[in-house]
């Protein structure tokens, strides 16, 4: 689901169609027993009943299972809207999409209403008159969870009338008079009653915006250019913001901040491992990435994280761990490519890729697999993603590259602390080189080394398994004389044409 700069665009959406048995009128609903609850008391009764299965609350939510996901359930079981502060990349957005789940999968509405109204519970003039008229003929529509979100990015540029309404002026081009409500055109938020609003960056949205929020968020109802409305809307409001102390754009005017029942405040990772399953669920890896690639990666995002030189006030995001594996696993495929490293797949595992003529053909699947070294293009491709301290101005390329090597030495001893690595020092003792970079094959690599003793410990430390493909035990290798280089037993040059060559320490 993605955003659009309303929301999520109504005209993206398709509702999937209701199952055939559900009832079609309001007569029919009222004989199937079903009974009209509010949106809070349906998440309330959905969340105790997962509660009470065992069953996940929040799918794809990593590292707030004892944090914030705590504090997120209270305040549903409670009524409460509210707004989730955090920095970047805290997955804030994410968790509020998955406050969808909790919903009943259909819920019925009346057919045609545009706020989605309850037959039993209608809320709209035109609606209480229809259900009058019709009786238990009222005509009844289904409504799937997914289509009762709503999601609306503050800008500079909202106005009162994306989110709450305004005037029609067609309405009244058609002979209607101001006072009739049926002039009015509705907002975004009445647009998703009996469902879950969601506005993102909420300090962003001006002043003067923020205060037509104040009757939705209390007295549950709106006011369009001077119309008494009383249209109880049932919703759950939810708004995320950066902390106001680094976004300085605006801020959260002091009644609405009164009107949320829970502010709750998200974070990063408190653990490598927990950054290591986000890196693993999000990342859309085209090649193969090692596991201690990972977490060189991972050690790297938190390292740049906690660094005086990296304003604090701004957070180091989520995505920047991702991107990171992303690219190193692009630099890998782009290696393969270059290189023409065919793997020696079975046919029933052969990547499908369209030919020019748009057919599809079978391609072998190139034995792609990331090494250590493939995460210096990260340092200059993301270095956007980082805000420094003013006076590193300049040194934004260096100071990553630091503290990358960091991280590279720091998983080197993580993973192969106590291991005799001498027969990997023992490969430079006469003069010689061994030679890597981003365009070395796996198999050139390999060849260099030879039979190397302690190799396969190293292997099984890596988790490489008892048959490592070539591309698994060159990345093993470069990891290996990375690290010895790190811990000063080896020396290492880069050539003019972008190879590295480790050796003797001179």
């Known amino acids: ?291 201690h690639v990972l977490e060189v990666l991972a050690r790297f995002a938190r390292a740049v994280r906690e660094s005086p030189s990296v304003d604090p006030r701004s957070g180091v995001s989520a995505r920047f761990a991702i991107a990171a594996a992303e690219t190193v696993a692009a630099a890998a495929l782009r290696r393969a490519c270059l290189l023409g490293e065919d793997s020696s797949v079975e046919d029933d595992v052969l990547r499908r890729a369209p030919s020019s003529t748009g057919d599809v053909n079978k391609v072998p699947f190139l034995a792609a697999v990331a090494r250590v070294g493939d995460a210096v293009s990260v340092t200059s491709t993301l270095r956007g993603k980082v805000e420094f301290e003013s006076g590193e101005e300049g040194r934004e390329i260096e100071l990553l590259g630091h503290l990358l090597r960091t991280a590279v030495a720091e998983t080197f001893r993580a993973r192969l602390a106590g291991l005799d690595l001498s027969g990997f020092t023992a490969l430079v003792e006469e003069g010689q080189t061994i030679e890597t970079g981003e365009l070395v094959s796996a198999a050139e690599l390999l060849r260099q080394v030879g039979t190397v003793p302690g190799l396969a410990k190293v292997l099984d430390r890596l988790g490489a398994g008892d048959a490592p493909s070539t591309g698994q035990a060159a990345a093993a290798v470069e990891f290996v004389l990375e690290g010895l280089h790190l811990s000063r037993r080896l020396g290492k040059d880069v050539t003019d044409a972008g190879r590295t060559r480790y050796g003797g320490r001179t």
Do not use: C
């Open 1 to 291: 689901m993605r955003a659009s700069v309303g929301g999520v665009s109504e005209s993206s959406r398709v509702s999937p169609l209701p199952p055939a048995d559900l009832p079609t009128t309001l007569g029919a609903l009222r004989a199937a027993g079903h009974r009209y609850r509010t949106v809070k008391q349906e998440l309330r009764d959905n969340l105790q009943a997962r509660m009470r299965a065992g069953a996940p609350r929040f799918d794809g939510i990593v590292g707030y299972d004892d944090t914030v996901l705590p504090e997120v359930e209270r305040a549903l079981l409670a009524g409460h809207d509210m707004v989730l502060l955090g920095e970047r990349g805290q997955g804030k957005t994410r968790l509020i999409r998955s406050l969808v789940a909790l919903l009943d999968e259909w819920t019925p509405v009346i057919a045609g209403s545009v706020l989605n109204e309850h037959p039993l519970h209608p809320i709209t003039p035109t609606s209480r008159a229809l259900v009058a008229e019709t009786g238990d003929d009222l005509p009844v529509d289904w409504l799937h969870r997914s289509m009762r979100y709503g999601e609306k990015l503050a800008t500079p540029d909202t106005s009162v009338g994306d989110l709450i309404g305004d005037v029609d002026p067609i309405r009244l081009a058609q002979g209607r008079t101001l006072g009739d409500p049926e002039t009015i055109h509705f907002g975004l938020v009445p647009r998703t009653n009996r469902g879950i609003f969601a506005v993102n960056e909420l300090p962003d949205l001006a002043e003067r915006i923020q205060v037509a929020l104040l009757n939705v968020l209390e007295e549950r109802d709106i006011q369009v250019r001077g119309y008494q409305l009383r249209l109880p809307l049932d919703l759950l409001l939810v708004a995320s913001a950066n902390p106001e102390d680094y976004t300085n754009r605006g801020r959260i005017i002091t009644p609405l901040k009164d009107r949320f029942g829970a502010e709750i405040r998200t974070h990063y990772p408190t653990e490598l491992e927990l950054e290591l399953a986000l890196i693993r669920q999000e990342a859309d890896l085209v090649a193969e990435v090692p596991e």
